[in-house]
């Protein structure tokens, strides 16, 4: 049997897909981004299979189209919309203090490429979405996420994190931005985020699970929201020639939301070439995002900006 770095044993999953998930009856998830691309096909197949269904979106009425669109297909989902705008770290804390009760928490929105633009706090607009807000989104809901049946947090990522680094010198970019620079150093800071999560609940002894996904190559408007001129362009043509669909897309981050085959600490990617395409399967992250200084400065530096902590003990 193959296992993990950390010496655990490798989740298998030949052929996952959505059809494997088992009835959800009675648990309760919260997608983030769930209006669209891998959102919106998460919380399609999370509705079949009888879960309720947390669909967050900035636009309310685009997240009242996709609940809509998933109960034309699922009559009987139980699947509703909140607004949450993870640009803001007040829109967060208003979303978090309505939350009562929930079993899993799907960290999937995310922005990519734009030109530089800022967060209402004024962070750079990639690191704050994709990683500050959902860090403060997690640090809020933790206390009723322990209180759920088998609770997990799945953050999303990309393969893009191995091309990235923390620039601590210059986080916001404000001296030199690169828009695919800072996506990955977002991309990163998800991976070093969920793996330093997963060892703070283990040390804490919280019955907690802490899993990372990423997509591969999959065809989401994410693509075209972001980027402009000849990048827009490029991507569209990339997105026709290369990527598998947001359906297949999703299978990863709905394999680490239900399977029973999934430890804390894993990233589940596609098992195709180069990891752009395929079904589910344990991949490794780039090594230095198992850096123990690393994780604690991007820990500390983003308990800071949020003014949240987890009261999770570091040793």
Known sequence: MSTTPEGEPEAQSPGWTAADIPRLDGRTFIVTGGNSGLGFQTCRALAAK??????????PEKGQEAVDAIVAEHPEATVETRVLDLADLDSVEVFAAGIREVDVLVNNAGVMMPPRTTSAQGYELQFAVNHLGHFALTARLLDVLTQGADPRVVTVTSFLHRRGRIHFD????????????????????????????????????????????????????????????????????????????AEMGALPQLFAAVSQDVEGGQLIGPDGRKEQKGYPKV??????????????RLWDTSEELTGLTFGLAAR
């Not at 009888?50 to 636009?59: K, M, P, S, W």
């Open 50 to 59: 009888g879960a309720q269904v947390i669909l967050t979106a900035r636009d």
């Open 170 to 245: 210059d986080l916001h970019g404000e001296h030199k931005y690169s828009r695919t620079g800072y996506y990955s150093q977002s991309k990163l800071a998800n991976v070093v985020f969920g793996l330093e999560l997963h060892r703070r609940l283990r040390l804490n002894g919280v019955a907690l699970t802490s899993t990372m996904a990423h997509p591969g190559y999959a065809a989401t408007n994410l693509q075209s929201s972001g980027p402009s001129g000849l990048m827009k362009l490029a991507l569209k043509v990339s997105n026709r020639l290369s990527a598998q669909d």
């Open 283 to 296: 991949v490794f992250p780039l090594e230095a995002a198992r850096d123990r200084e690393l994780a604690k």
